[in-house]
């Protein structure tokens, strides 16, 4: 698909339109800085390749109306996997990262080659489930929840599965498509960026505690891949025991075990604080001191925008005021809380960034063939 240089401005043109979606080949040179000559030629070879095609015919003030360049959405699908603790997520998205189908599967994770096998099989058995082609599967994203050095090509470490130096070839070789691995606050926070906002906190409230930091549409993954441990952070001194070894973390007091005890669903817990019980009441009004707590410390650090993820952020729309008002009594600086946001609904967010980070993958590898991929 021509030479290095062209593939590289490809690669380019491929992700603006994944971001724009449609674009005149006028737009799409100015916005990338590249001469019509090269835009042209670039446009012209995606389009044999079968990834753009033409679109509906623009406006013009005179001369011949301009066309509208996008992607075949249907040329290619990313498929995205999230590992929980009790759970697999599947999700396969097309070429714009929109979802086309999805499927939950109740299993707790064993690191054995069986547990692997079986979620290969699973893999092959949703593809075809939903009519989708083994050859149109462009990459396959995993999210995982720990560190995960992608240089080594291992997870580092989980401390929610007791997992150390585990070599991601444990997927490889039950899973025959091209694979991008990442953690699952990171996969989440890719989910939500280009939605208004291009640089902010994650923060995950999901089974686990965790987060993510997003700079200009990137994520910041730090030297060691821990950038965003916030589940880790250190918010009581001497408090409670977390799992991870240490006393009072982030999770011991944020993770949704807080709110259910171990005795009934978050659901549940949320409709007996809605009945106005006072024991959940108590509970709650301790869970959003000490968020508001987390919260205007990450934005003393970064300044940036923070965005509230997971199953307790979806329950908590009616409950924000509450929140400002007591980051209000941490946050002297600023003259408003206006950079507190609940991340879109979405329950497939691991898995779906999981995707999208397969669909980056596919870039460099299909249309940058002289970048190496580790």
């Not at 992700?15 to 916005?31: K, N, P, S, V």
């Not at 040329?75 to 603790?85: F, H, P, R, S, T």
């Not at 560190?147 to 025959?176: A, M, P, Q």
Request: hydrophobic letters at 40%; a negative charge.
């Amino acid at each position: 698909m021509g030479s290095g240089k062209q593939n590289k401005n490809q690669e380019r043109i491929f992700r603006l339109l994944r971001t724009e979606h449609e674009l005149t080949r006028q737009d799409i040179a100015g916005r990338l800085g590249l001469s019509m000559p090269t835009t042209l030629q670039n446009i012209s070879e995606l389009a044999e390749a079968g990834i753009v095609e033409e679109g509906c015919a623009v406006d013009s003030t005179g001369g011949r109306k301009a066309r509208q360049v996008h992607l075949r959405k249907d040329a290619g699908v990313a498929v995205g996997i999230e590992v929980a603790l009790h759970h697999v997520k599947l999700v396969a998205v097309d070429l714009l990262g929109n979802e086309i189908c999805s499927r939950n599967l109740q299993t707790v994770f064993s690191d054995d080659l069986f547990w692997y096998k079986c979620l290969g099989e699973t893999l092959l058995s949703f593809l075809w489930e939903n009519h989708i082609e083994e050859k149109r599967v462009c990459g396959a994203g995993v999210s995982f929840p720990g560190i995960i050095d992608t240089n080594r090509d291992f997870i580092v470490r989980s401390h929610i599965f007791s997992l150390e130096h585990i070599g991601l070839d444990r997927f490889r070789k039950c899973i025959s498509f091209p694979m991008v691995f990442a953690n699952d606050a990171n996969c989440a926070c890719v989910c939500e960026c280009g939605f208004s906002r291009r640089s902010f906190v994650y923060v995950s409230l999901n089974e686990t505690v965790g987060g993510a930091v997003m700079l200009d549409g990137r994520l910041a993954v730090g030297d060691s891949y821990q950038a965003g441990e916030i589940g880790h952070m250190v918010l009581v001194p001497g408090g409670r025991a977390c799992y991870c070894g240490k006393s009072g973390c982030v999770d011991s007091y944020l993770s949704p075990k807080v709110l259910t005890q171990g005795k009934q669903t978050l659901d549940a817990f949320f409709q007996t604080l809605q009945a106005g019980e006072k024991w959940a009441y108590t509970i709650w009004e301790e869970y959003l001191e000490y968020l508001s707590i987390l919260i205007t410390n990450l934005r003393m650090v970064t300044n940036m925008d923070i965005v509230l993820g997971g199953a307790v952020s979806r329950r908590m729309a009616p409950y924000l005021e509450s929140l400002y008002e007591k980051a209000t009594e941490y946050d002297r600086f600023a003259r408003d809380i206006d950079y507190i946001f609940l991340s879109r609904p979405n329950e497939s967010a691991c898995a779906a960034g999981a995707a999208l980070l397969a669909l980056e993958q596919y870039a460099d590898r299909v249309l940058d063939r002289d970048k190496e991929i580790t």
